[in-house]
């Protein structure tokens, strides 16, 4: 009965510690959560369209239409390993969800990295 306190303990800096980083990575985000949702609609509506180039054009597409900065979002997306629009949905939509505080709308199943694209020449 004695570990019972420190269970708890370790949960609760256990807890403190995701959230931290929850908050960290919220500051990181070079977008709002409105315009990083919008650009993950559209790559999830473009991207079984046009297949992927292994380029950012989608993404640079969006931003411009948007007039968005793309030197704002694209180290971003180079530091988390993101080179081209497939990865992009990839590697990031489900971080960026993970870090909201507003999470009413998770990414269904079919949005998640099991994704498949088509490579031009393929």
Request: with cysteine; glycine share 4%; aromatic share 6%.
């Amino acid at each position: 009965m004695n570990d019972r306190p420190d269970k708890h303990h370790r949960k609760e800096t256990l807890r403190l510690i995701r959230e931290r980083q929850r908050a960290e990575a919220r500051a990181a985000l070079p977008l709002a959560d409105g315009e990083l949702r919008a650009m993950f609609d559209e790559l999830d509506r473009e991207l079984p369209i046009h297949g992927c180039d292994r380029t950012r054009r989608l993404t640079l597409s969006f931003l411009e239409r948007r007039g968005l900065r793309a030197e704002a979002v694209l180290p971003w997306l180079d530091d988390n390993g993101c080179f081209c629009d497939c990865e992009i949905l990839a590697n990031v939509e489900e971080r960026w969800f993970d870090c909201r505080e507003d999470k009413s709308r998770r990414p269904n199943d079919q949005r998640k990295s099991r994704r498949q694209f088509k490579f031009p020449g393929r």
